[in-house]
């Protein structure tokens, strides 16, 4: 359940530890499953403000940005190109910045970002969705086929693995 204890918790957690990551992004990560995407924005834009330096931040951060405006791709791309900086093995960012580089017609980019995420984390369904239609952009049917076999086996979405991922931790 996401909601108002979810949201106290994540706030008393931020008020205890400011420095630490993980309060601050499972606080952002709250308000953005709640589609407060400004609210989550805010949270992590002052959590960077403080010090806080997370690959993981950075990738919420862009799936704020398009959520609020997804005329401008360019400025989330900013924050992925931090969050690859910071973790050249983030999946998520990866995933996202394939995403976006394929849809403003630079299929090849996309490619490698999209085979550096899906060969981390095979299991990823946008990853490998995405690294399906970039393959296809690029005339790799034969591969474009196979990765979409791939998803007939599996469900879920990035924000969904990334705050699973993070619970496991």
Do not use: W
């Not at 996401?2 to 008020?15: D, E, F, L, N, Y």
Request: some cysteine; overall charge neutral; hydrophobic content about 40%.
């Amino acid at each position: 359940l996401i909601g108002g204890a979810t949201t106290s918790r994540a706030h008393t957690a931020v008020k205890i530890a400011p420095e630490k990551t993980e309060p601050r992004f499972f606080l952002a990560l709250t308000d953005y499953k709640l589609s407060n995407y400004t609210e989550a924005s805010a949270d992590l834009r002052n959590a960077m403000s403080t010090g806080v330096i997370s690959a993981d931040l950075e990738y919420l951060l862009a799936e704020c940005m398009l959520k609020l405006d997804p005329t401008k791709p360019a400025e989330a791309l900013a924050e992925l190109d931090k969050a690859i900086r910071l973790d050249g093995n983030s999946v998520p960012s990866r995933t996202l910045r394939g995403k976006l580089l394929l849809e403003e017609g630079s299929p090849q980019k996309a490619v490698a970002d999209l085979e550096i995420a899906h060969k981390i984390d095979p299991t990823m369904r946008s990853a490998t969705y995405n690294l399906a239609r970039a393959y296809f952009a690029v005339g790799k049917q034969k591969e474009a086929q196979a990765l979409y076999q791939q998803l007939q086996k599996q469900t879920t979405n990035t924000v969904n693995e990334l705050s699973d991922q993070r619970i496991k931790q």
